[in-house]
């Protein structure tokens, strides 16, 4: 069993930046894939960014503003986030693939408003 535990979020002006966390913790292997998703109010959950072995990927709406990275000794995935607009406003969910199966963190509020 993997739990996935977010934090981070909060309430930031536009233009500003935060910095998610997400600790894995449980049965992790060491071929994975991290990711962060989010989700605004009305809206589907959509793909932010993933990080495999070092090689990132990120939707072109936050290219450029933001950055995931990950720790493998604490099992930890960061996401970097800069220049936030009103549009990132959502709770954002990380996401752990492995050896087929999915698991999702509970997530956590970002809301970026003046």
């Known amino acids: 069993q993997v739990q996935l535990v977010e934090s981070g979020g909060g309430l930031v002006q536009p233009g500003g930046s935060l910095r998610l966390s997400c600790a894995a913790s449980?049965?992790?292997?060491?071929?994975?894939?991290m990711a962060w998703y989010r989700q605004a109010p009305g809206k589907e959950r959509e793909l932010v960014a993933t990080i495999f072995r070092g090689t990132t990927n990120y939707a072109d709406s936050v290219k450029g503003r933001f950055t995931i990275s990950r720790d493998n000794a604490r099992n930890t995935v960061y996401l970097q986030m800069n220049s936030l607009k009103p549009e990132d406003t959502a709770i954002y969910y990380c996401?752990?693939?492995?050896?087929?199966?999915?698991?999702w963190g509970q997530g956590t509020q970002v809301t970026v408003s003046s």
């Open positions: 449980g049965s992790i292997f060491s071929i994975n894939v």
């Open positions: 996401n752990l693939n492995q050896r087929s199966l999915t698991y």
